[in-house]
């Protein structure tokens, strides 16, 4: 899971953790290629999933989070290599923020053959939000872009990573059929049918391409680590975004100066 990139000509820097140099971007993709990785969207595996088609032995989904503008050009970086992504998108941010997604951009990323979903209206996180809250967050996002692409939208990709089965339950309800977080697991290659829960590592700015290869060979030492990291954090962010939410912070209109993803949260 990728969020923005950097270091593109005519567009501003950004040196936040989730902001990955268009260089790197570009090695990492090109280094999952040389290897002989099948990189592709999630509408493409759904589409293996519905027709029963097998997985390949390397394989690797690609996604971007929130609908910032860089969007475009790792989708032009994406098309040389000749692959795709899934790009998941936050309704106030593309709607209020200049540097991310305008309706436009969003359907010609789509007509490029790119697949969209959701990534909720405020960009809370759900299981702390209210089922009143929720099912909001859930159906408006999901109609604001079916509005935009003239087509039913079934993904969405949780705000922050956050999930729990009232959620997820709430998720199904509303017709997604992919739900993705941000648990830095490998996903089982066994009993995979629909509705279906994807894992996610956020990529981060100062990975190296030997992380880049952990992460897709499942190495034992990364996971190990990311799993006593998200441990270790789990109980100062529950209450860190009890905190934001109730300042509202997590609305657009309290950005940091690097704009959603210039702190921890994701
Ligand atoms: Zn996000």
New binding site residues.
Partial sequence: MY?KLSGVPGRRNYSDQYSIDTSAFREHVSLLQDEGYVIEDIATFTKRIIESRSIPERYVLLTF??GHKSGLDAAEILSVFRTKATF?L?KSYCEQLPDYLSPEEIRSLRTEGFSIGT?GVT?CGLPFLSYKEIRRELAESKHWLEEILGEEVTMI?V??GYIDDRTLALCFEHGYQIVGNSEEQMNSRSNISLPLVINRVAVRRHFSLNTIWSIVTGGTFFYFWRRVRAKSLWLPKRVLHTYKKTELVCRPKSMGEDG??GGS??
């Fill in positions: 969020h989070d929130d998941f936050t990534h960009h990709s705000p922050g959603p993803h949260t994701r």
